[in-house]
RNA sequence: GCGCCUGUAGCUCAGUGGACAGAGCAACGGACUUCUAAUCCGUAGGUCGCAGGUUCGAACCCUGCCAGGCGUACCA
């Protein structure tokens, strides 16, 4: 509809410019926007403003000559005028807003979806936690605004991959094995203690029982290295199993788990050093390999192999992101905590020095999450292996809560999730005022149908029937749907889901809430029936947009 | 010091360069004979951190400052 109204405006510009009452010129930039305030239309355009300057006349002047050239053959106008400094605000014709009643119906599951992403093809690699330790709630808020947003770009068209990066080598795994190694020797009843650096959380105690229960006492046996790497593999993989679990248990999922350890194996990471380092790229300074990342943008040079000769975490990443641009991605987002954007410049570096274009490149950069309980911090320390884990805030909050909240604020802000606050089944709480409205849509059709309505489809009479304002105004708001759901794609902020499923939740509890004034199922057949065919296309895009959030539609509550 | 993010109603936050800046919560006053009150209606609440600039027009763009968070390793 916005599209039509916008092609019928740029039509009447030209047709000023041919008939001379406009100077000809490019044609200008112009928005066409749903305006705040609901009597200035149901479009705005500002065209007749940005061309003021160059027409060298009055805005105002500007966007009568423009409503004068307009063809409207199908009557999609009702009415146009000039306004204010010299908007042109339009009204839709009445019964173009009961042809999306019928669009939604017809698209049904697919309302919404666009072609605006033309099939590009977008990998997204997000969680990515390091397989030493469980989920805990920031990398929550990471897994749901990377599934999330996955899906919105697939629904705006884009060809999506989901991706998870499993750093299975390195430092962080060794000290892992050695942890595991001092608490599995403890059990055997030896006299030593954890380093500081070592992981200190109760779930190496139980993954080290486990071991013992699984190897017996035969790693006492073996020279240290061997047990500590035995012991570094046998917890990478139980962790990781854990995160897959907790994963599944949160309804994301992956269509990739790529190994850091595959780069190495591959020889993939040798391979982008040597080809670096004969490009002069990668230098030797002070025993240690160093790629020249200031001069990609960066503000220093970066360390890739260590004087000691160990490779860095950005030596592997470099070869995992030129990996990346090989398997043909059109756009390239990684999903980071914000704790990890100092890191940002360096393989945006790294992605330029192999001659790809750094826009093709994104990192979202998602800020942290305060647990609360009833308003006071709860106290978190990862050292000391005190945290509060995904799993359970899942199982305390349920996942369609955490999903919910996790969303509703833009990724840049820092979220405040209080667990009391998100377990309370009352007004506070945004998850059940949308689910809310499936519900009871649910349950208004199920009486129908005992009543003897059943697939409903359209009927031209209903335009003539469905004329309340308000009834006009859910279908407006229903019209936004697709646009919202591009918008939120475009600029990469599944934010925008919740925030719209809020609003027409709002409009749909107000509309069902005068009973006496809007009885959906009445004794009256053709009201009823255009009644049920108005909601149930509420319930189509409440389906729809919660299921975009991988939040559950119940039919009950 | 430098870099990234944030600053909007008492609180938590939306807001696409556009017209009178919005919602939820909290406060106050109302609505259950029901297609589910996990709901609705109403009242009140603002120096959009501060100061300049760009623009016909700025919460939004630019510059400076203030405050908070995070980062600034041959850690990950």
């Not at 605006?116 to 709630?137: C, D, M, W, Y």
Request: charged letters at 25%; glycine letters at 6%; aromatic letters at 10%.
């Amino acid at each position: 509809m916005k599209q039509e109204l916008a092609l019928l405006i740029r039509q009447a510009v030209q047709s000023a410019f041919e008939a001379g009452t406009l100077q000809r010129e490019d044609l200008p930039r112009m928005d066409l926007e749903i305006p705040r305030i609901a009597a200035h239309g149901d479009f705005s355009t500002n065209v007749a403003m940005t061309m003021a300057a160059s027409q060298k006349r009055a805005p105002q002047e500007i966007a009568r000559i423009i409503i004068d050239h307009i063809e409207d053959p199908d009557h999609l106008i009702s009415k146009s005028e000039v306004a204010g400094p010299g908007f042109i605000n339009f009204l839709i014709a009445q019964d173009k807003w009961h042809e999306v009643l019928r669009a939604v119906h017809e698209e049904d599951t697919a309302y919404g979806t666009s072609q605006v992403g033309l099939g590009k093809r977008i990998q997204i690699e997000f969680v990515s936690a390091n397989p030493t330790g469980p989920l805990h709630v920031g990398h929550g808020r990471c897994a749901v605004v990377g599934d999330t947003l996955a899906a919105i770009l697939k629904a705006a068209g884009y060809e999506v991959e989901k991706e998870y990066y499993v750093n299975d080598s390195g430092r962080q795994i060794r000290t892992l094995g050695e942890s595991v190694f001092v608490r599995y020797q403890q059990l055997l009843g030896k006299t030593l203690d954890l380093s500081a650096e070592d992981y200190q959380g109760n779930y190496i105690k139980d993954l080290a029982r486990i071991l013992l229960d699984q190897e017996g006492e035969r790693l006492l046996d073996m020279p240290e290295e061997e047990a500590v790497t035995l012991c570094a593999r046998f917890a990478a993989m139980k962790i990781l199993a854990g995160i897959r679990e907790d994963l599944v248990a949160f309804g994301v999922s992956f269509g990739h788990w790529f190994t850091e350890q595959s780069l190495y194996d591959s020889g993939a990471v040798e391979a982008v050093i040597q080809d670096l380092k004969s490009r002069d790229i990668i230098y030797e300074h002070d025993g240690a390999l160093w790629f020249r990342t200031k001069d990609f943008g960066d503000e220093k040079d970066r360390v890739v192999v260590r004087a000691n000769g160990l490779t860095t975490y950005f030596a592997s990443d470099i070869a995992y992101h030129k990996d990346k641009f090989e398997r043909n991605f059109d756009q390239v987002i990684d999903i980071w905590g914000a704790d990890h954007h100092g890191y940002v410049s360096r393989v945006s570096a790294s992605i330029r020095a192999f001659g790809y274009d750094k826009d093709r490149f994104q990192a979202l950069l998602v800020q942290l999450v305060n647990l609360l309980r009833d308003g006071k911090p709860v106290t978190m320390s990862t050292r000391a292996g005190e945290f509060v884990t995904l799993r359970e805030v899942i199982d305390e909050v349920g996942r369609d809560a955490a999903r919910f909240l996790f969303l509703l604020r833009h990724y840049e802000s820092p979220l405040d999730f209080d667990l009391e606050l998100a377990k309370k089944q009352s007004n506070d709480n945004p998850v059940y005022y949308v689910q809310y409205v499936h519900a009871r849509i649910s349950n208004i059709l199920k009486k129908a149908e005992e009543r003897g309505y059943k697939d409903i489809d359209w009927h031209d009479d209903f335009s003539g029937i469905l004329t309340l304002p308000e009834e006009i105004q859910l279908i407006k708001l229903m019209a936004r749907y697709p646009d919202v759901v591009a918008m939120s794609a475009r600029l990469m902020e599944p934010h925008r889901i919740p925030f719209y499923m809020k609003e027409l939740a709002a409009a749909f509890h107000a509309y069902y809430h005068d009973r006496n004034k809007h009885k959906v199922v009445s004794d009256d057949a053709k009201l009823s029936a255009a009644r049920l065919y108005l909601v149930s296309a509420v319930r189509i895009i409440m389906s729809n947009g919660l299921a975009l959030m991988g939040v559950s539609a119940p039919e009950r509550m």
